[in-house]
């Protein structure tokens, strides 16, 4: 691939003055459970782990990424099964993350902390499936061989507003049944229906079938607050979902991080990573999900996003860069684009795995992005500088955004940009 050089990019981009920056402070209040391992033992009694043989083997699903307390949460309930007579072992239940092997599913728990070690159980990652019949809408059920090996199966997940589409369910405990349990291939035939018909329809027919099929227990719901701390954990058993989990989604929709505007010119975003999000960054707090079949999001409405870069923790998986309009050489040079198309194709989300417009540096890319959504005058554009998705408790705003102002919205201080060879950084403005 050749890239644009600066000074080609320089020809076609006009200098422009950028705005200077409010450093500000943004603090909802925000329920916490102050010890989510204790609490996940307590909500264990809600299962019917009584239908399990004393002695019998319990199939635990993990791998969502980004729970804050999925170490805690997970060692405790693992501790607590052995506890009861119980004998405990951990499947990877994430579809075809970890690029669809089971050395990578196992790299991929590893990487949240779930090691063997940690939780005091064995896991098992194999990615053979069994096929349990067919959904509703006609697709192949299929469930990891390995979790059907046991005498009983619960999942732990966090239940959350999904990065493709709004419904009665979204992620959670139901969607990992439906398709973390189901590997690659199960994760490809729910998105096959979805793309079809509709992400609901295809979670909730694959989901009675595992149900009906599988010793299927239920699991603990997560949702986290504002800050990305533990506010619930719940015991959902098996025959009250999918239903349970709408009381959580709703709590999740009104804890979670988003930022306080809802029209931004150009949203710039430092890192983006499949240990932030599912697709890089949190398609509810970017107001983009570009899926066949389903509307984006009514607000934020965001006119041009810059994603600067990939976290560390994401090994080169940017799958979700194409949410972006604008980024950089560097971190399209950086992407492993084995693991992002096994996401993409896995999914049918093409366009997630798209590149956007790459420029060679910083402050050719922020020109760019300022520069093409309408007339650009740096006193009245609205642009929001952020880490990730995730962290949304500090951030950088344009003179613009502060005079809107914004509930439980501070200002702490002012910065300007400056430029080493292109790449941006901050100075404090005394």
Same mark, same amino acid.
């Not at 979670?256 to 960054?281: F, H, N, R, W």
């Not at 366009?351 to 005058?377: C, H, I």
């Given at each position: ?273 499949? =240990? ?5 960054? =949190? ?54 684009? =084995? ?92």
């Amino acid at each position: 691939m050749k890239f644009p050089n600066e000074e080609a990019v320089e020809g076609v981009l006009d200098a422009v003055p950028f705005p200077e920056f409010a450093d500000v402070r943004y603090e909802p209040p925000a329920p916490a459970v102050d010890d989510p391992g204790a609490a996940a033992r307590r909500e264990l009694d809600a299962l019917p782990l009584d239908s399990v043989p004393e002695g019998g083997r319990v199939a635990v699903g993990l791998g969502s990424r980004g729970i804050h307390d999925i170490v805690p949460i997970a060692a405790a309930v693992v501790d607590e099964l052995r506890g009861r007579g119980f004998e405990p072992v951990a499947v990877p239940a994430m579809g075809s993350h970890g690029g669809a092997t089971a050395d990578g599913q196992r790299r991929t728990l590893g990487s949240l902390g779930l090691t063997e070690e940690r939780l005091g159980c064995p896991i098992d990652a194999r990615m053979e499936t069994t096929v349990l019949g067919e959904s509703d809408l006609g697709r192949p059920v299929h469930v990891s061989t390995a979790a059907l090996e046991a005498d009983g199966i619960l999942v732990l997940n966090r239940v959350k507003p999904h990065t493709n589409f709004e419904g009665s369910v979204e992620s959670g405990v139901c969607k990992m049944a439906a398709i973390g349990l189901g590997k690659q291939r199960g994760a490809s035939a729910v998105h096959d229906a979805a793309l079809v018909r509709s992400y609901v329809s295809a979670i909730t027919s694959t989901f009675e079938v595992v149900r009906r099929e599988t010793p299927f227990l239920g699991g603990l719901g997560i949702v986290e607050n504002f800050y990305d701390r533990t506010a619930v954990v719940r015991g959902l058993p098996a025959e009250s979902l999918p239903d349970a989990e709408g009381d959580l989604l709703e709590r999740a929709r009104e804890y979670m991080a988003t930022l306080p505007y809802e029209e931004i010119d150009v949203l710039v975003v430092d890192e983006m990573g499949k =240990d932030i999000s599912g697709t890089g960054m =949190d398609t509810n707090v970017i107001g983009r999900f570009r899926v066949l079949n389903e509307d984006d999001p009514e607000r934020p409405e965001v006119k041009r996003i810059f994603a600067r870069g990939l976290t560390e923790a994401t090994h080169g998986n940017g799958h979700g860069i194409g949410l972006a309009d604008v980024t950089t050489t560097g971190a399209v040079e950086s992407l492993d684009l =084995d693991q992002m198309y096994a996401n993409a194709l896995t999914s049918g989300s093409l366009s997630k795995s798209s590149l956007p417009v790459a420029l060679p540096n910083d402050r050719l890319a922020l020109t760019a992005a300022l520069t093409s959504f309408g007339p650009y005058d740096p006193e009245t554009a609205g642009v929001v500088w952020i880490r990730d998705t995730s962290h949304l408790s500090s951030f950088r705003v344009s003179p613009a955004l502060v005079a809107e102002g914004g509930e439980h919205v501070t200002v702490e201080g002012r910065s300007r940009l400056a430029f080493d060879d292109g790449a941006a950084r901050f100075e404090p403005i005394e």
